[in-house]
């Protein structure tokens, strides 16, 4: 994937993840696409290229919220660090991981936005409705993230007899 391609991505998922994902909620949760996309790039890409589409991925949620400019995007860093760490020490192949690390780097994302907001005196939820968001979105991903995995795997071609 080049890197054009790759900020289109992250453009499209972000338009996406503000304006049709709220009207999918679940559990007062919706997907974040976003997240998603960077941590199927971290699993089949490395880490590199995951922290480079987090970054371009979080300052695009971040001129899309009425916030400042960063937490999205130190957010989705933070996801991504984690995500790319995770794969270097599992073996990428099985399916189970990567969902289990969607699910941790889905409240590592929510825990650092929450306490970012805090920090900058913007609105918080109160903590018991935050968890339940944090884990109604986590479950979402986990549901996205396999689709994700598969779409962006090379694919592999056999040479002509």
């Not at 994937?1 to 453009?11: C, V």
């Not at 790319?84 to 690390?101: E, S, T």
Request: with cysteine; aromatic share 6%; net charge neutral.
């Amino acid at each position: 994937m080049t890197w054009i391609a790759g900020t289109a991505l992250m453009l499209l998922a972000s338009l996406v993840q503000v304006t049709w994902a709220p009207k999918l909620t679940v559990l007062g949760a919706f997907p974040n696409l976003v997240l998603v996309i960077v941590v199927a790039v971290a699993w089949t890409k490395g880490q590199r290229p995951s922290l480079t589409f987090a970054c371009i991925g979080g300052l695009l949620l971040d001129l899309t919220s009425p916030g400042p400019l960063g937490p999205h995007a130190l957010a989705l860093l933070a996801g991504a660090y984690l995500t790319g760490f995770w794969v270097r020490n599992v073996d990428p192949a099985g399916w189970v991981q990567p969902v289990i690390a969607t699910a941790v780097s889905t409240a590592v994302y929510s825990a650092v936005l929450v306490g970012l907001d805090d920090l900058l005196n913007l609105p918080v939820p109160p903590p018991a409705l935050a968890v339940e968001l944090a884990v109604a979105a986590a479950a979402y991903n986990c549901l996205l993230v396999l689709p994700a995995l598969l779409a962006s795997r090379p694919v592999k071609r056999e040479a002509p007899a």
